[in-house]
């Protein structure tokens, strides 16, 4: 074990803190939201998910490398001051010294070891699972009772990091990351939702995994206060934070399910922010002066997902029918406004050279849709579709257009609403078509096409869809170093998972709108994080 440095007799709070009688003056700030955590709990193992991003980043958790959240997302040294190849499956990177955990501990190399270990991420083994797919709840833990992982928690990890060996600690600030096999995208997993640090101490300090992941120990400019599930979560400012004391002394997110009470509470002074605004109501709230709204397009696509296990989409025909039907131009004209755009694929301009220029999204063609369903001898069988209500912007809308559109060629698609995630996931007779999203964690096409749609990724771990030759593909667009051959790898799952066997069909790219008072000086990050870091706030 690393011995850690003894905290020095001046509690770095008491130096960071307002001298003696002079109040705090930085501003609290509320936030309205649709929703603070699917799962409630601020876990990003637990939290995969567009609201958890929202809270997470860059406020309470960080990684050893992070992102440039106010410019282009591209990596940048966080947690770590630098990093660097010891060989195609190695690297090596130095800790920056002087972090503060939310308990005062500095962070070592003992923590990060920690926090990519068995008991916190990877359950009962560290072994790799490349190839073959993980169900949900395999080679679960036995720790002391109440520190068990809930099954999606390996899930993750192992999406993460499908073969990852060994973390070691070099010496107390220098940590090497052994990877079982070649992988040129270490890097970017390092940056990536669920790579994030955390105190060893504070995790074993906690008597349950649930009261951990409801107040985590970690690194960020602010630190739990109150988590009321479903309701609220309250953060105040760490001031120990090594990027500088944080601009506001404390944040407040609210639940506020509908989008016009979270306008009327920014407009009547209840909110001093309000998210997710749909494209529509952009103009309404400008028309008054003092309000602006900002966003755009970010590293996010909406998607309709398939379980080929539902006996009329058994045959690929019907997908590929599904996939044509669908004017995606209309409904990014129609219901954003513009605002967004058609993406090439299940791909980003963000991925650089493995971004397939010449690949397009399946042609809109009700001809083609209509032939497909014969030659796949549809008959009309209904179809469900299932859906939360509004968890997305224009969720509603979109899914009622994308069944007129279906039902225009033949197919007989009737919406389920459902109250949550587990319910959308959950397998049975009904389990058909969902509505879904698919993130770019980094640049590389591993962090989403693989991630979510891979032998580890979450459609092929809840038993929705599989294929062989994907799976084969997978594997060694993760483990090839030869850039070439990656790109004509990633054309070939693109190929199979978008136009030959259908996982999944791209309605288009996703955009984020929030609403904030003008006189407030804070720009959006180009992804759904709220960054209130030193620097970005003020008034």
């Known amino acids: 074990m690393i011995p850690r440095r003894p905290l020095l007799a001046t509690p770095f709070a008491a130096l960071a803190a307002p001298a003696f009688g002079q109040a705090d003056n930085r501003p609290s700030i509320t936030i309205a939201v649709q929703k603070i955590s699917n799962t409630n709990t601020l876990e990003p193992l637990r939290e995969q998910s567009n609201v958890g991003e929202r809270i997470f980043f860059s406020s309470m958790w960080e990684a050893l490398i992070g992102r440039d959240w106010l410019g282009n997302l591209a990596p940048q040294p966080g947690l770590a001051t630098t990093w660097r190849r010891i060989s195609d499956s190695v690297v090596e990177l130095s800790l920056r010294p002087g972090v503060r955990f939310h308990n005062g501990d500095e962070m070592t190399a003992e923590d990060v070891v920690f926090s990519f270990g068995r008991e916190r991420m990877f359950g009962a083994t560290l072994a790799t699972a490349q190839g073959r797919t993980i169900p ?31 973390v070691e600690a070099v010496d107390r600030m220098t940590v090497r990351f052994h990877n079982a096999t070649p992988d040129v995208t270490l890097e970017g997993r390092l940056s990536r939702a669920g790579s994030n640090i955390v105190s060893k101490r504070g995790y074993e300090e906690a008597n349950t995994w649930l009261e951990w992941a409801r107040r985590p120990v970690t690194t960020g400019p602010y630190k739990v206060a109150e988590f009321r599930a479903d309701q609220s979560l309250t953060l105040v400012a760490h001031d120990e934070y090594w990027g500088g004391r944080p601009p506001l002394k404390q944040i407040r997110f609210v639940e506020v399910p509908e989008v016009a009470s979270r306008i009327n509470g920014l407009l009547s002074g209840d909110y001093h922010f309000a998210c997710d605004i749909p494209p529509d109501q952009i103009p309404n709230i400008e028309r008054n002066r003092a309000f602006e709204v900002q966003g755009g397009t970010i590293l996010n696509h909406r998607i309709t997902v398939f379980d080929k296990n539902f006996p009329v989409l058994r045959n690929p ?89 279906w039902r225009s060629v033949g197919l007989n698609v009737q919406i389920e609403m459902k109250e949550n995630w587990s319910q959308i996931l959950e397998r049975s007779p009904t389990r058909a078509v969902r509505d879904w999203s698919n993130s770019a964690a980094f640049n590389d096409p591993v962090s989403s096409l693989v991630n979510q749609h891979g032998p580890n990724g979450q459609q092929q771990q809840v038993g929705e869809w599989t294929n062989e030759e994907m799976n084969r593909l997978s594997v060694e667009l993760e483990t090839s170093v030869d850039r070439a051959r990656r790109r004509v790898v990633f054309r070939r799952l693109l190929e199979i998972t978008e136009r030959e066997d259908p996982a999944y069909t791209v309605l288009h790219q996703n955009a984020t709108f929030t609403a904030k008072r003008k006189d407030i000086r804070w720009k959006a990050s180009p992804a759904f994080a709220m960054d209130f870091r030193p620097g970005n706030y003020g008034n």
Do not use: C
């Open 317 to 405: 025909l019907v997908r590929r029918a599904f996939t044509h039907a669908i004017d995606r131009q209309a409904i990014v004209d129609a219901l954003w406004a513009g605002r967004t755009v058609v993406p090439k694929g299940l791909q980003w301009d963000f991925y650089g050279e493995m971004l397939i220029q010449d690949w397009s999204v399946p042609r809109f063609d009700q001809a083609e849709a209509r032939r497909l369903l014969r030659e796949a001898n549809y008959r009309g069988e209904p179809i469900p579709y299932r859906l939360l209500n509004n968890y997305y912007t224009n969720q509603n809308a979109t899914a009622q257009v994308l069944v007129e559109m």
């Open 136 to 166: 949900i709840g395999e080679g679960m833990p036995t720790p002391r009772p109440g520190k068990e992982l809930p099954p999606e928690v390996p899930a993750v990890a192992r999406r993460a990091w499908p073969a990852l060996e060994r």
